[in-house]
């Protein structure tokens, strides 16, 4: 019967139409096209001359900068119920992409899975289990997007499920938590005994470490992805609504706004009385960190997202289609520095006059701020 | 071919993306509404290529049984039967590329559609990086509006739902039904059973695995072509027991298509088939399409008792009053 149903002409017909149907719009709408499955981007941080970063492969690794050999690598495991459907196109697969920063403190390096989990593996002792998980079973319910930060014995993060938590460390038991009005993929930024994260409900909040209480908040029009930073008793972030905010840290009022074209996604950097704020228009915009007024803009031609750093004095940023450029921030005369021929999506990680620059090929690139040399480090298994 | 792409992002796949968030913008800010309204706002000005192709259709089962004496009369000689069926299709004003063409300038409609829905429920950070690139500037009120509200219904949008692709594969079925035309050719009808089946289970299956807002927008879309084509042929080949005259086509002479005048002739046992040529049969000669079948009282019967028979079997309410007095 199959046979002659595939002799029919307007079985043919049919047959291409069904063909033309699935590789032009299933296809690339499941398998990730532009975007639409998470692989992850996670930047990295440097310890003793040690580099820890998440890798594509849903790995922990760490990295040894002096040779630039791999030093371990372990994989967060793979969730029993993590779903993703018959074709795998809803998210849950074979591995556990890792957008977030980890963080390090002296006997342990913490990662957030975006399935939503926390792990904290020996940075010594390295084994394939971790020391602890939070939460010890299921999962948060929520994608873990942004990184994790630790200060004084605590970690905090935020979660797709909505909420901001505090764990104790050493051996991964919650503190607090804090419920927002909408999913969280931002870092949270922890300046003395202050809290601050922004939300998809469009809020940027102020909570005590302590105990998560919230001490004020800011609203503004758009959603809030862009990680906040915190400078001289402003709060600096941006938002979908394309603006990029300067708040008092004492009372969450407005300092000034600034307007671009696009979302801001990155977070911006502080440096010498100057917010360098990376934009998804393709623009840097330096700002004057009292007013708020433009110094200058850099045209880089391509979104900016991932966050840009200041390495010897020069700003280095990347585009999403890896251009990278370094501005010097005294002469503001900016410089192309490399091509990489990669997308760049994860933040940059600052080194000793070298930049590292984690790619969606799971390439991490060292390159030197001064001459451009470059040299590529190997994170793959 | 990178140009390709470039275009289609410019002129089609742009514009819906930024047109879906304004629409979700003025419906409260639901985008189940939003896609609902688009899908019936697309389906209306799609209207008459749709209703072009219905006729089309209609006209080219009206001459299945004419094409297959034709195939069986030139069995052994395919380029005569070939020739002979273009001289049919001639004849009777129907063009292939009447079916099939607004077919093909629908699908990049359909697809444009679905990769603004993909796209605009991106749940991943990739998907909306690649999501601020595409929205309009100077359209200042679309950037506040990400993320939209996946929560519609009893469904996130977002993620797959098992209910929609059942409904997905449910309405589809009773579309391909509706169009599928009961056949005495064994290879057709076979044809006919594997179309109505492969693509209802195949784009259930792809739903379960799909966010369930392109369900939302397939439900919509094959429910507003249900509706078109019940006004437009009919329940076609819908056989259900509830449908007054059993599936028989109650609407079908509003749109005939172009069909000439042609010898028809419908068996006793023949329910769905529209027309239907018993090769070498008496009726073949004898009765001209409009003529009632009273005037031909033989075996065969003509058009008016074969109704009658159909009315009967397929028990419709009138014959069930009479039961249950």
């Not at chain 1, 930024?189 to 809290?195: E, I, K, P």
Request: charged share 20%; hydrophobic share 40%.
């Amino acid at each position: 019967m199959l046979k002659n149903f595939f002799t029919k002409p307007g079985a043919k017909i049919v047959l291409l139409l069904l063909i033309v149907l699935v590789g032009t719009v299933v296809l690339p709408g499941c398998i990730g096209s532009r975007g639409a499955l998470a692989r992850g981007w996670a930047g990295g941080v440097v310890e003793n001359d040690i580099l820890y970063t998440g890798s594509m492969a849903g790995n922990i690794v760490a990295v040894n900068l002096t040779d630039g050999r791999l030093q371990w690598s372990v994989p967060l495991k793979v969730p029993e119920s993590s779903g993703g459907g018959l074709l795998g196109c809803a998210q849950g697969s074979t591995t556990v992409p890792i957008y977030g920063t980890p963080a390090v403190s002296e006997g342990l390096v913490y990662v957030g899975g975006y399935t939503g989990k926390i792990y904290a593996f020996n940075r010594d002792e390295v084994r394939d289990d971790p020391r602890w998980v939070y939460p010890r079973q299921e999962f948060i319910g929520g994608a873990i997007v942004g990184g994790v930060v630790f200060r004084d014995d605590k970690l905090y993060f935020a979660s797709g499920d909505n909420k901001v938590y505090a764990l104790d460390a050493p051996d991964g038991y919650k503190e607090w938590e804090f419920e927002t009005g909408d999913k969280i993929w931002s870092t949270p930024a922890v300046d003395g005994d202050t809290l601050y994260i922004g939300s998809f409900d469009k809020k940027l909040y102020a909570l005590d470490t302590a105990d998560g209480s919230k001490k004020w908040e800011f609203e503004v029009e758009g959603a809030i992805v862009s990680t906040p930073v915190v400078h001289d008793n402003t709060v600096y972030f941006g938002s979908f609504d394309r603006y990029l905010y300067a708040v008092n840290t004492a009372d969450g009022s407005l300092r000034w706004k600034y307007m671009a074209d696009r979302w801001f996604w990155a977070e911006p950097v502080v440096y010498d009385g100057t917010v360098y704020a990376a934009c998804l228009d393709g623009k840097i915009y330096a700002l004057d960190a009292l007013n708020g007024s433009k110094k200058v803009e850099f045209d880089l031609g391509g979104p900016v997202s991932s966050t840009p750093v200041v390495v010897d004095g020069m700003l280095i940023a990347a585009t999403q289609d890896g251009m990278i450029y370094a501005i010097d921030t005294g002469s503001s005369r900016k410089r192309d520095l490399a091509a990489l021929g990669e997308n760049v999506y994860a933040p940059l990680i600052a080194g000793s006059g070298k930049v590292y620059i984690h790619t969606n090929t799971d390439a991490l690139h060292e390159i030197d701020v001064h001459t451009g040399a470059k040299r590529e480090i190997d994170i793959k298994d | 071919m990178e140009w390709i792409g470039y275009v289609w992002d410019l002129i089609i796949l742009n514009p819906l993306i930024n047109v879906l968030i304004m629409l979700s913008s003025y419906l409260a800010g639901s985008f189940g509404l939003a896609i609902i309204v688009l899908t019936i706002v697309v389906n209306l000005l799609m209207y008459p290529l749709t209703l072009r192709q219905l006729k089309a259709s209609k006209a080219m089962q009206a001459m299945q049984a004419e094409v297959a004496e034709v195939r069986r009369k030139y069995a052994k000689d395919k380029q005569k039967a070939a020739q002979e069926q273009m001289r049919l299709m001639k004849e009777s004003g129907v063009s292939p590329a009447g079916c099939l063409l607004p077919m093909l300038v629908q699908m990049p409609v359909w697809i444009a559609l679905y990769q603004s829905v993909i796209r605009l429920l991106a749940i991943a950070p990739e998907g909306f990086l690649d999501l601020s690139q595409r929205l309009y500037i100077s359209w200042s009120s679309v950037f506040f509006q990400i993320p939209l509200e996946s929560s519609f219904l009893w469904l996130d949008l977002a993620n797959p739902d098992f209910l929609m692709a059942i409904l997905v594969g449910v309405s589809m079925w009773v579309q391909q039904k509706m169009t599928t035309p009961a056949s005495a050719d064994p290879q057709q009808q076979a044809q006919g059973q594997m179309m109505l089946w492969m693509l209802p289970l195949m784009f259930g299956f792809l739903c379960m695995n799909l966010p369930s807002g392109l369900a939302l927008y397939w439900v919509t879309s094959t429910a507003i072509r249900i509706i078109l084509q019940y006004y437009s042929t009919g329940w076609g080949g819908l056989t259900l027991p509830f449908l007054r005259g059993g599936g028989q086509d109650t609407k079908v002479k509003k749109i005939e298509g172009r069909v000439p005048r042609q010898k028809k002739v419908l068996t006793e046992d023949d329910t769905t088939a529209d027309i239907v040529i018993e090769p070498g049969s008496p009726q073949e000669e004898g009765i001209e399409d409009g003529e009632s079948g009273d005037n031909s009282q033989d075996s065969g019967g003509g058009y008016s008792n074969s109704f009658r028979s159909i009315r009967r079997q397929s028990g419709g309410s009138g014959s069930k009053r009479r039961k249950r007095r």
